[in-house]
């Protein structure tokens, strides 16, 4: 009997540790998405900010 509620204990610790590792890579895989578009189009964005910029400025 202890031993079938030990095992119950057992899985739901290893449940938890395996939900924790999916949304670490959920997370990981966003940041990834993230990083590529800011490279992709990091340099336009840059340029609307300094036509807005130059044209309150002048």
Request: charged letters at 10%; a neutral charge.
């Amino acid at each position: 009997m202890h031993g079938i509620i030990r095992r119950t204990g057992d899985d739901s610790r290893g449940q938890q540790g395996q939900g924790m590792v999916e949304y670490a890579l959920i997370l990981v895989l966003i940041a990834v998405v993230v990083i590529a578009v800011l490279i992709v189009l990091g340099n336009q964005v840059q340029n609307v900010f300094c036509n807005v910029a130059g044209a309150i400025g002048g």
